[in-house]
Nanobody, 121 residues
Framework: QLQLVESGGGLVQPGGSLRLSCAASGSIFRVNDMGWYRQAPGKQRELIATITSGGSNNYADSVKGRFTISRDNAKNAVYLLMNSLKPEDTAVYYC???????????????WGQGTQVTVSS
């Protein structure tokens, strides 16, 4: 019933840009931290950006200065603007959210279904 739905992935040339979106829906009391991860073939899942409910963010060194994470609390959504894309950014990107559900005292972690980003000429 509670889910995260991602969109915005695709094929882009090196130096190009993409904007990923992720929205949570369901019986939500509060969405706390949200973030973006990625996983390239044969590699472990990598945390690339996080943002708190108050808008404080941080980034992995590999994307710092190129990617921007943002959120819209009214829509329970998180976004990732990816600029100056490189071939090594090619991966499946996953959104993540820490959620307080209505009527539940503790926090649950939810994941999006993943969206493919391919950077190639």
């Amino acid at each position: 019933q509670l889910q995260l739905v991602e969109s915005g992935g695709g094929l882009v040339q090196p130096g190009g840009s993409l904007r990923l979106s992720c929205a949570a829906s369901g019986s939500i009391f509060r969405v706390n931290d949200m973030g973006w991860y990625r996983q390239a073939p044969g590699k472990q899942r990598e945390l690339i950006a996080t943002i708190t409910s108050g808008g404080s963010n941080n980034y992995a060194d590999s994307v710092k200065g190129r990617f921007t994470i943002s959120r819209d609390n009214a829509k329970n959504a998180v976004y990732l603007l990816m600029n100056s894309l490189k071939p090594e950014d090619t991966a499946v990107y996953y959104c993540n959210a820490k959620v307080l559900r209505v009527g539940v005292r503790y926090e649950y972690t939810y994941w999006g279904q993943g969206t493919q980003v391919t950077v190639s000429s």
